[in-house]
């Protein structure tokens, strides 16, 4: 595995991602090594680019068996406000160093997905970034990724966690009807596009269930101070619940997503969906 993309101490010295970060450079180190080996070369990339895709297809162009991605991402994790020296404090000074774990997770299944619709892309993805548990290998693998690697966790929780990750997702494939991991790869890989082509008419409001409401108001006060100012508040049997007005609900699920209680706030879809428009069409109209 050729890491191209480690963000410190390895880019500083024209490697790691100082390499991966210029596609004629990934491109032709790639070419070196294939010529000095019979070994299989898998290409590490760095998630530190304005696109995944370039380095991609320059390691492909360069003859590589597979990719790996993502590397860590450029951070600096805090400062100390006593010494006001950055964390990790080495003598006085600091430098930016690799975020990693299950923080970067989402990022890293951009830009597996991202390399796995690509046509130009036709090997093998190996998914790495933030997996630390079966539904997060799966996850990777149901959006490209023919393997994944797992760092952060085992440092946690030693080598254990690799028998945790086989037998949750052995215990998921069985549920669904799979017979092989294999059967899962990509199948989440057409069901992501670009903004453009997503429905504008589809349509769903929050709407709150007052019997499990404990009256936080957590939900008004996201709405209120974050979006759309679309929950105000009713009187039942004495007590004060938030309710949705629905013709101003966008349906940004904030409210949904900060409600503390189970079950009390479900995204309810209004539309039908036999008049899906997106957004390419709307301007070929006009």
Not at 4 to 20: D, I, K, N, T, V
Not at 182 to 196: A, H, M, Q
Not at 240 to 269: A, H, K, T
Request: one cysteine or more.
């Amino acid at each position: 595995e050729l890491n191209f993309g480690c963000p410190h101490g390895m880019s500083e010295r024209g490697m790691g991602s100082a390499m991966g970060q210029v596609p004629d450079y990934t491109c032709m180190v790639t070419e070196w090594v294939k010529e000095a080996t019979s070994l299989p070369v898998i290409v590490k990339l760095t998630p530190n680019v304005t696109s995944i895709t370039p380095p991609a297809r320059a390691a492909v162009k360069g003859g590589a068996d597979a990719l790996s991605l993502i590397n860590t991402i450029n951070s600096i994790m805090g400062v100390d406000l006593e010494t006001l020296v950055p964390h990790p404090n080495v003598n006085g000074l600091a430098a930016h160093g690799g975020y990693c774990g299950p923080a970067v997770k989402p990022i890293a299944l951009n830009m597996v997905s991202e390399l796995a619709r690509d046509s130009e892309v036709n090997i093998p993805i190996s998914g790495i970034g933030g997996i630390s548990t079966w539904r997060d290998a799966t996850e990777f693998l149901l959006l490209g990724a023919t393997t994944v690697q797992v760092c952060t966790a085992v440092m946690h929780y030693g080598y254990r966690i690799v028998e945790d990750l086989i037998d949750g997702l052995s215990n998921y494939l069985d549920d669904k009807g799979f017979t092989s991991v294999r059967d899962i790869i990509g199948l989440s890989v057409p069901r992501v596009t670009d903004w453009g082509n997503l429905d504008l008419n589809y349509h769903t409001v929050a709407r709150i269930d007052h019997a499990k409401c404990i009256q936080c108001n957590l939900c008004h006060i996201a709405c209120e101070d974050g979006a759309h100012q679309c929950i105000d508040f009713t009187t039942i049997n004495g007590k004060r619940f938030p309710i949705v007005d629905e013709p101003e609900c966008v349906g940004c699920n904030l409210c949904y997503l900060v409600c503390p209680s189970p079950g009390c706030i479900s995204m309810v879809r209004l539309d039908e969906g036999n008049q899906p428009l997106t957004w390419r069409e709307l301007m070929a109209r006009a």
